[in-house]
């Protein structure tokens, strides 16, 4: 069975800095895609950024970039000069089966909450 | 982009009362749509799963009979709350696929029983 393994629940950064959020991910299937959303307090689901397990180079979406590690079975999100509408909930997702297909389900790790501070 | 319209985006109603919340696909054909809940402060946990003209896949642990899926059509899904109760009360979000984009969340429900 898939799982999905975010183990900070809240982070607070200063305004400009970078930060990383972890995730952590385990599947046995080798065709997968993982996902990060931010969620706002509005309840919106923003997507932000996708790797494919077979995609060769990280994703990168502006100041969003998926630091992936296929042997430790991670897919960090960095978020380079923080603003603060930064501040959100942001999710850690992964759907099992080819990468490129949106047939599947996807599943959700149980979230950090991010806090800029001015 | 991909919009998927759900409505009603906040809902009351009394215990014991039905509520049923549409997710339309405005400029797409949604073969699939995918149902979750999210509690406060919680994730986004998977209800069930939907394909135009097919019964719905419910995962373990959700009522088939209390939260009714029909997606009759490639551009509407609808989930019915059935005798709800206050324990029901919960965020409400869907999500379709057969977009370019991937996947499409609407804006999501928030559902509060009395």
């Known amino acids: 069975a898939q799982k999905i393994t975010q183990t900070q629940p809240g982070m607070f950064v200063q305004e400009k800095e970078a930060v990383t959020l972890d995730c952590t991910y385990d599947t046995s299937d080798p065709s997968y895609g993982l996902f990060w959303y931010k969620q706002p307090s509005s309840g919106e689901m923003i997507f932000l950024i996708y790797q494919g397990s077979y995609d060769q180079q990280n994703a990168t979406e502006g100041r969003y970039s998926l630091n992936f590690q296929k042997a430790r079975k991670s897919a960090n999100l960095v978020i380079s000069a923080s603003q603060l509408g930064d501040s959100a909930m942001y999710f850690c997702a992964m759907r099992e089966g080819n990468p490129y297909s949106s047939a599947s389900k996807i599943i959700f790790g149980s979230g950090t909450r991010l806090s800029i501070r001015p | 982009g991909a919009v998927v319209s759900q409505h009603p985006s906040r809902v009351i109603c009394k215990s014991g009362t039905s509520v049923k919340i549409e997710c339309r696909s405005l400029d797409f054909q949604a073969t699939t749509m995918f149902w979750y809940r999210q509690f406060p402060k919680q994730s986004l946990m998977l209800m069930a799963t939907s394909n135009e003209g097919s019964k719905a896949t419910y995962e373990q642990g959700v009522e088939k009979d209390k939260f009714l899926i029909n997606h009759a059509s490639l551009t509407l899904s609808t989930l019915t709350v059935t005798s709800a109760h206050p324990e029901d009360s919960s965020f409400y979000i869907c999500?379709?696929?057969?977009?370019?984009?991937?996947?499409?969340f609407g804006s999501g429900t928030r559902l509060t029983v009395v």
């Open positions: 999500s379709a696929t057969g977009s370019p984009y991937g996947y499409t």
